[in-house]
Structures are given as C-alpha cells and as structure tokens.
C-alpha cells in the first residue's frame, strides 16, 4: 500500500491568486493524478501527472490553469493560478501502480472568496 | 465526464441491516475499486476487484461485478453506524472514472 499526505489540507484565498498544493507518496509509484471534488460532487479527474514530463490534462483542464509538476516517483505539485470563487474545492491526489489500487490523499480544501 | 453510476442516490438503513449499493458503467474495464469518503475527507480504498473475477470480500463487504451487465454492487451486512459515508465506484488503470457516489445514513 502506499501512504500519501497533502499539504496544505486547506486555505482561503484570494480572488486573483494562486495556491500550490503538495503531495507526498511514502513509497515510488508508477501514476500520480490530480482531482477535484466541488461541493457535493464526485470526483473529476484533472490531469495524470507524468515523471519528467508535461502533465496529461483531461478535457476542461489546461495547463495555464492548473500547472503540475512532478520531478520524481514519490511528489508532485498542483497550483490553482488566478482563483475565482468558483474553484473553491477539494483536490485530491491519488497514486499507485498501473492496474493496481490506486490510494488517495486526505485532500486540500480549498475557499476562494 | 463520469464514467458511471451508482444507485440508490441515497440510502438510509438501521443499524445491523445490510446494505447495497450499485454502480454500472459503460465501457470494458481491467478493474473496478470502491471508495468510502468521510464527509468530504479523503477517500479510503476499500476493494478493487478485477474484470475476470466475480465476487471478491473483505471483512463485512461484499463486492461482485458483471462484465456482461457492466455493473458492480458493494454489500455492508451488519452496517454500523461508523459505515455512515458516501460510497464510489470508479473504473480506470489510474485515471478513474468516478460515479456519482451513494450517500449511506446507518442509524444507530
């Protein structure tokens, strides 16, 4: 199993800003993806995010938006850049291996006002 | 856009019955995992069952999944009121799909 935490685990922000949330994986893994969960929602998937590479966006996402580094097999970044009201949510990391349980961390929750 | 879905939207049981909760979806899978989230927590996995087996348990779940129906149901048999969550299916080798998720009440 792997083990995953995200930091912050939540903030308010300002209209216009930008937040990047951290995620840790205890051990090397395969896949890392980003999610986000709006208010009383399930899950949609934001982007895969690739080992030295550009992220994987899914439709609705683009990079400027939301820009994802990952530099190695256990971390990876997600920043919400120039925040309106309507990005307040969780977002949520998830990692593991290809075809295997993929563990998710508790989740950044995020309020913009 | 979501891959699935789950019915009921919600359910609400006493405690000690059994709950059930079904997820179908609509195009072939590798494997199926179900997902517990606490009150906009961070989701806790609970089963991942693969396309060429049928039932899989684990403690007081139950989860079994139809290929040809492209449907997966999860059974809690005892519920307790700890088992208060919304439950999710999610399909995918990494970058799931998710359902809309039922949300269980277990009464005490």
């Known amino acids: 199993s792997a083990v995953i935490s995200q930091k912050p685990s939540r903030d308010i922000c300002q209209r216009g800003t930008s937040l990047t949330i951290q995620c840790q994986v205890d051990?090397?893994?395969?896949?890392m993806f980003w999610y986000r969960q709006q208010p009383g929602q399930s899950l949609t998937l934001i982007a895969t995010a690739n080992q030295g590479s550009e992220a994987t966006y899914e439709s609705g996402f683009v990079i400027d938006k939301f820009p994802i580094s990952r530099p190695n097999l256990t971390f990876s970044t997600l920043t919400v850049s120039n925040m309106s009201p309507e990005d307040s949510s969780i977002y949520l990391c998830?990692?593991?291996?290809?075809?295997?349980?993929?563990?998710f961390g508790p989740g950044t929750r995020l309020l913009v006002l | 856009s979501q891959q699935g879905e789950e019915d009921p939207q919600a359910l609400s049981i006493q405690e000690g019955e059994n709950a059930t909760m079904n997820c179908s979806y609509k195009?072939?899978?590798?494997?199926l995992q179900w997902y517990r989230q606490n009150s906009g927590r961070g989701l806790v996995h609970l089963i991942l069952i693969r396309s060429n087996e049928r039932e899989k348990h684990s403690g007081r779940l139950r989860v079994t999944l139809d290929t040809s129906k492209k449907s997966s149901s999860l059974l809690i048999t005892a519920s307790r009121a700890a088992d208060t969550a919304s439950y999710f299916c999610a399909t995918g080798a990494g970058n799931m799909r998710f359902g809309a998720g039922t949300r269980l009440t277990v009464k005490p």
């Open positions: 998830s990692g593991g291996q290809q075809q295997e349980t993929q563990y």
């Open positions: 195009t072939s899978i590798n494997n």
């Open positions: 051990s090397q893994v395969t896949m």
